[in-house]
C-alpha cells in the first residue's frame, strides 16, 4: 500500500537535545511539508520541499531544519533552538507543488522532558 | 497572521442532527477549499473539497456550502453519527503562484452522542 510513514510515534527529547522526526513516503509524490499541530491552533507549515534538493521555509522555521536529498525522503530536525517544540508534528505530501491533494503521515508527538 | 478562521472550537450534536462548521477567509487569491477530518492519533484525512466556481458540493452525507462574496465556507454533516466524531479542519490554498500552500482553519472537536 502506498502512503507516508512516519518514525516515531512518540518521540521525548531532553532540553538542548537536537532530534530528527522521519518521514518516508512510496507515493512518488515531488513535494513534502512538514506541520506543526498545537491545541487550538490548528496546523502551522514549518518547512515544505517542491523537489529533490530544494525546501522553504514556512510559517514558522525557527528552531527548525531539513533536508531532501531523496525523493521519497523528508526528515526534519528540530534543534535546541526550538524554545516550544512540545507539539504534534505532521508530514504529508502533494504529486507537485501545484497539485492539490495532500496525503498526511500519522503524525509523531514530540515531547521535551 | 490567521487567513481563515474557523468556528465553533467545539461542537456537540445528537446521533442524526446536523453538525455545522464554519470557516472564513480574507485572502481572495485562494482557490481551492477543502475540509479535513482528524482522529486521535492520527493524520487528517481529505474529507471534500469546493473550488470557488460552485456555491455547493455534496458527497454522501458532508456537503460544502461555499459564499464567494463573503468570503464563507461551511461543513455540513447531514445524520450525524457517533462514528463522525472527531476534528475537522478547513483549509484553504492559493493557485500556482505562490505553490500549493494550504492554509489551515484552527480546528472543529465534533462530538456526537449516540
Known amino acids: 500500500d502506498g502512503g507516508i510513514t512516519q518514525s516515531p510515534k512518540y518521540l521525548f527529547r531532553k532540553e538542548g537535545q537536537n532530534v530528527t522526526l522521519s518521514c518516508e513516503q512510496n507515493l512518488n509524490h515531488d513535494a513534502m511539508y512538514w506541520y506543526r499541530q498545537d491545541p487550538g491552533q490548528g496546523l502551522r507549515l514549518i518547512y515544505y520541499s517542491q523537489i529533490v534538493n530544494d525546501f522553504q521555509k514556512g510559517d514558522i522555521a525557527e528552531g527548525y531544519s531539513v533536508s531532501r536529498e531523496k525523493k521519497e525522503s523528508f526528515p526534519l530536525t528540530v534543534t535546541s533552538a526550538q524554545k516550544n517544540p512540545t507539539a504534534f508534528y505532521l508530514c504529508?505530501?502533494?504529486?507537485?507543488?501545484?497539485?492539490?491533494?495532500?496525503?498526511f503521515g500519522s503524525g509523531t508527538r514530540l515531547t521535551v522532558v | 497572521q490567521q487567513q481563515v478562521k474557523q468556528s465553533p472550537q467545539s461542537l456537540i450534536v445528537q446521533k442524526g442532527g446536523i453538525s455545522i462548521i464554519n470557516c472564513a477567509y480574507e485572502?481572495?487569491?485562494?482557490?481551492?477549499f477543502p475540509w479535513y477530518q482528524q482522529f486521535p492519533g492520527k493524520g487528517p484525512a481529505l474529507l471534500i473539497a469546493?473550488?470557488?466556481?460552485?456555491s455547493e458540493k455534496k458527497e454522501g452525507r458532508f456537503t460544502i456550502s461555499f459564499n464567494k462574496s463573503a468570503k464563507q465556507f461551511s461543513l455540513h454533516i447531514m445524520d450525524s453519527q457517533p462514528g463522525d466524531s472527531a476534528t475537522y479542519f478547513c483549509?484553504?490554498?492559493?493557485?500556482?503562484?505562490?505553490?500549493?500552500?494550504?492554509?489551515f482553519g484552527e480546528g472543529t472537536q465534533l462530538t456526537v452522542n449516540p
Open positions: 485572502n481572495t487569491a485562494f482557490d481551492y
Open positions: 469546493i473550488r470557488p466556481d460552485v
Open positions: 504529508a505530501s502533494s504529486i507537485n507543488w501545484e497539485a492539490y491533494g495532500y496525503t
Open positions: 483549509a484553504a490554498m492559493e493557485g500556482e503562484t505562490s505553490g500549493s500552500r494550504l492554509t
